[in-house]
């Protein structure tokens, strides 16, 4: 059965997560992806209505359009692969009390190195998977940056409910990824 | 005019929103053969999940709505620049309607102006031929799988490979290990082996026109692909890199003449969002037949 997991998480059921767990998540997530953490790792504040302590950062960059009575609508919204964020997650976890990351792919060891020291874990959500995930957002409770980022590097709010996602990185420096291609390059090593 | 437009508005829709059927048996088969219970068994039935969704609304796949490549083959006498006109045009108007997103920037500024149109947006691909019907196939290819692709010039010291099938299946075996889940799989490889660094690379992705289950007229490549299908397979990579018996979900190989001074074997990955559509135009426009 998967763990439930509320925004805002607690550095304890962070820390209670171990690679494998399947999770679901309800509550606030905010995308960001490429521009964003970029700006962020170079020192540019987070808008006024943003919180991320204790909070979940989504790299995604949604479709989401306007419906007749002007309100957004989800569209799709599945992951972006998260290893170019890799340069500026560290830090950006470090900086503003995230407790969790979810995208796709995995990511690298200073991300890995920071969840450990801060209590923080990177969930890994089903690439392409765009309308079984878009499902689960209830609501877009806002957006940040759209005109100087456009709308798939904008950061947007969604409150989500039961959102399915697979702890592939922990808070104790274990890494799913990296076991997988240990193991896959021993396999092909073997093949060759 | 019209009616080419809206044909094309159509074939882009259904490729956004419809995987293709030969794409959808072999995921059914991948989800049978893993292993019940496992998250890469629960990674695919969500996969699963997620195509009937996108049918079933009429959206897309995937929010990567990829880069817009059409292959026209067109009577001779084909307005192209009409044709390209009106294309743009329904990459236009599907944007606005939600079938693609808003996903085309410019390379210098980082501005993205929300039409999806713009230098190589979308890339057109005109061959003629000398049949009356215009048949077109368009694939969107996300920019995750796009970002695993590789291309290798052999010989390749490192990975010991020679400039002879045993050389290309190394590489092509060091590509699917080095992409493990970060193109979104189970995935599709199309590999061209020679060509330059452009044609390479773009014959490649003319690979994923064939069907899955078709197989390779030559018989050195179609035993390449089988090979390489089965030993990516037994990698333990599985859906999404989770680990698990899925990794590839098919090989597609061809061959381009190289000079005698380089040998690349280029590789692109496709998701296992294989969005690969085509249609049949009557001399008005209007689609005839759909093609997968």
Known sequence: ?192 | MIALRDSLMELIRRTSAEIPDDVQAAILAALEHEQQGTIAADALQIIQRNIELAKRKSQPICQDTGSVLFYVDAPVGLDQLAFAEAARQAVREATRRGYLRQNSVDALTGKNDGTNLGPGAPTFHFHQHREPETRVRLILKGGGCENVGAQYSLPDEQLQADRDLAGCRKVILDAVLQAQGKGCGPGILGVCIGGDRATGYEFSKVQFLRRLEDRNPVPALDALEQDILKTANELGIGPMGFGGKTTLLGVKIGTLNRVPASYFVSVSYMCWAYRRQGVELDAEGRITRWLY
């Open chain 1, 1 to 192: 059965m998967p763990i439930l997991l509320t925004t805002p998480v607690s550095e304890a059921a962070v820390r209670a997560l171990k690679i494998g767990d399947a999770v679901e998540i309800t509550g606030t997530l905010f995308t960001g992806r490429d521009a964003v953490h970029k700006y962020l790792a170079k020192g540019g504040q987070l808008p006024p209505g943003v919180d991320l302590r204790g909070g979940i950062i989504y790299h995604c960059g949604p479709v989401v359009i306007k419906d007749e009575a002007g309100r957004w609508k989800v569209v799709a919204a599945g992951p972006t692969t998260s290893a170019r964020e890799e340069p500026y997650q560290g830090d950006i976890l470090r900086r503003f009390g995230v407790r969790g990351v979810i995208g796709k792919g995995g990511m690298g060891a200073k991300t890995l190195a920071a969840c450990r020291e801060v209590g923080a874990v990177y969930l890994h959500a089903v690439g392409g998977a765009a309308q079984v995930l878009a499902e689960h957002v209830r609501n877009v409770r806002g957006v940040y940056f759209l005109e100087e980022f456009g709308s798939p590097e904008a950061i947007w709010e969604f409150e989500v409910e039961r959102f399915p996602a697979v702890v592939t990185m922990d808070a104790h420096g274990h890494s799913l990824h990296e076991q997988v291609f240990a193991a896959s390059q021993a396999a092909l090593a073997a093949r060759l």
